[in-house]
């Protein structure tokens, strides 16, 4: 059975800390992996990966993804309060109906 | 970015009820389009694949009589809850996309049934 996990489940830090957030997958045909920020409604799109090694850059947050221990880490530095959501990742598979297998989610908060 | 209509955003009905929510992609055409469930604190749980023309695939558990979904056109997907009931109560966001491209989202609809 195809399956993402993410980790932790919930993270509560100071503003200008830095976080990683995990995300590890057992899928049979694999294409990409997506991270997805959720605030209060839409997921909105923050990357996706899909070769191993090449680290994706936006602003403060980057994420890497290693195709041969089947993982892949969200980094956000210098964290702001506007940095409190849901981080989701989501693998998307070669075969099938294009679905995406959505991870367990990481809950961050940041505190002022 | 690509944009995902989703409504209503907010519904409240009573049991028995049936409701439907409309899901639009506004500048692309999407084949596929895909309905989620998503419980307080948790991530998404895909409840079906929605297909343009042809019938959904519904994921294991969940009730295709209770949850009817059209793809009529290439822009345009419903989900209609059939005969409501208070745990149904939950928040319903549905996604499109172009195989290939990353999926986009649409803002959601919190369902409350009394």
């Known amino acids: 059975e195809d399956k993402v996990v993410q980790s932790p489940l919930s993270l509560v830090v100071h503003e200008g800390d830095t976080v990683t957030l995990n995300c590890s997958y057992e899928?049979?045909?694999?294409?990409?992996l997506l991270w997805y920020k959720q605030e209060k409604k839409a997921p909105t799109f923050l990357f996706m990966l899909?070769?191993?090694?090449i680290e994706k850059k936006s602003g403060r947050l980057s994420s890497i993804l290693d195709k041969k221990e089947l993982f892949s880490i969200l980094n956000i530095t210098a964290t702001q309060t506007g940095d409190s959501a849901i981080y989701l990742c989501a693998v998307d598979l070669t075969s099938g109906t294009y679905k995406y297998i959505f991870g367990t989610g990481t809950r961050l908060k940041v505190l002022a | 970015g690509a944009v995902v209509s989703q409504h209503p955003s907010r519904v409240i009905c009573k049991s028995g009820t049936s409701v439907k929510i409309e899901c639009r992609s506004l500048d692309f055409q999407a084949t596929t389009m895909f309905w989620y469930r998503q419980f307080p604190k948790k991530s998404l749980m895909l409840m079906a694949t929605?297909?343009?023309?042809?019938?959904?695939?519904?994921e294991q558990g969940v009730e295709k009589d209770k949850f009817l979904i059209n793809h009529a056109s290439l822009t345009l997907s419903t989900l209609t809850v059939t005969s409501a009931h208070p745990e149904d109560s939950s928040f319903y966001i549905c996604?499109?996309?172009?195989?290939?491209?990353?999926?986009?989202f649409g803002s959601g609809t919190q369902l409350s049934v009394l």
């Open positions: 899928v049979t045909n694999f294409r990409s």
């Open positions: 929605s297909n343009e023309g042809s019938k959904a695939t519904y």
């Open positions: 996604s499109a996309r172009d195989p290939g491209t990353e999926a986009f």
């Open positions: 899909t070769s191993s090694g």
